[in-house]
C-alpha cells in the first residue's frame, strides 16, 4: 500500500511539475513577464538582461522621430531637404548618447549625460540630447502607475501614468511592446509622444498664466 501511495504521491508532483513547467513556458512568452524582468533588470544593474528586454536604439530612434512630428508634420510636404537632412544628422549623433546614458544608469544609477561616442569625439550630441530632455521634460518626470495592458497578436500597448514636479500633473505614457519570432516580449518605443507634448504644453501654460 505505501509503494502505492508514494506512486500516486510521484504521479501527482509530475502532473504538477509539468503543469508549472507549461505555465512557466507560457508565463516567460507573455509582454507582462518582459516588464517584471525589465523593472528586475532596473534594479539589480543588469544590463546585458536589460538590454534583452529593451530595443534602445529603436526606442529613442522614434523617440526623436516622433518629439519633432508636431513641429514638422503639418508642414511635411513642404519640407526642404535641408532641414530633414539636418535632423537625420541631429538625430544620429543623438540616439547613441541616449543609449549610452540609459545603459550606464542601469549599470551605475547615474542618468547623467555625459562623454562622448565613436561617431562624436566632439561631445556635441550630448549637448543636442538635453535639449531633447528639457523638450520632454524627461527631468521632473516620475512613475505614478501601470495602467493595463492590451495585447492584439505580436504587438502589445501598455499604459502608464507619469507625474511631472514641474508641472504638478500626471501625464499618460504608452509603451510598445513587440513579440519576436522565439514568442519573447521586448519594449521598443514610447508611443502617442506628440500627443503628450501637446498635454504636456498645455499644462506648461496653464501654470506660467
Not at 509582454?31 to 529593451?54: C, G, R
Not at 541616449?98 to 544608469?105: C, G, I, K, S, V
Not at 523638450?135 to 518626470?141: A, D, E, Q, S, V
Not at 495585447?151 to 501598455?158: L, M, Q
Request: aromatic content about 10%; proline content about 3%.
Amino acid at each position: 500500500m505505501l509503494n502505492y501511495k508514494k506512486a500516486g504521491l510521484l504521479g501527482l508532483i509530475i502532473i504538477l511539475l509539468a503543469a508549472c513547467a507549461f505555465y512557466f513556458g507560457y508565463w516567460i512568452r507573455t509582454p507582462q513577464y518582459a516588464l517584471n524582468v525589465i523593472s528586475k533588470a532596473l534594479s539589480q544593474h543588469d544590463a546585458e538582461t536589460f538590454s534583452q528586454y529593451v530595443d534602445l536604439d529603436n526606442l529613442y530612434d522614434k523617440l526623436f522621430d516622433d518629439s519633432f512630428t508636431a513641429e514638422v508634420k503639418p508642414n511635411k510636404e513642404r519640407a526642404n531637404a535641408a532641414l530633414l537632412t539636418h535632423l537625420t544628422a541631429i538625430k544620429r549623433l543623438v540616439v547613441p548618447v541616449f543609449t549610452a546614458a540609459t545603459l550606464n544608469y542601469v549599470k551605475t544609477g547615474n542618468a547623467e549625460l555625459t562623454g562622448s561616442t565613436a561617431n562624436d569625439p566632439t561631445g556635441r550630441g550630448v549637448q543636442l540630447a538635453m535639449g531633447m530632455v528639457l523638450k520632454l521634460g524627461l527631468t521632473n518626470l516620475e512613475f505614478k502607475s501601470f495602467d493595463g495592458l492590451n495585447k492584439n497578436g505580436s504587438v502589445a500597448t501598455a499604459k502608464i501614468t507619469i507625474y511631472d514636479r514641474q508641472l504638478e500633473k500626471e501625464l499618460p505614457l504608452l509603451l510598445k511592446m513587440q513579440a519576436g519570432p522565439d514568442g519573447h516580449w521586448k519594449l521598443v518605443s514610447l508611443d502617442d509622444i506628440p500627443a503628450y507634448l501637446k498635454l504636456r504644453q498645455t499644462a506648461l501654460d496653464a501654470k506660467l498664466k
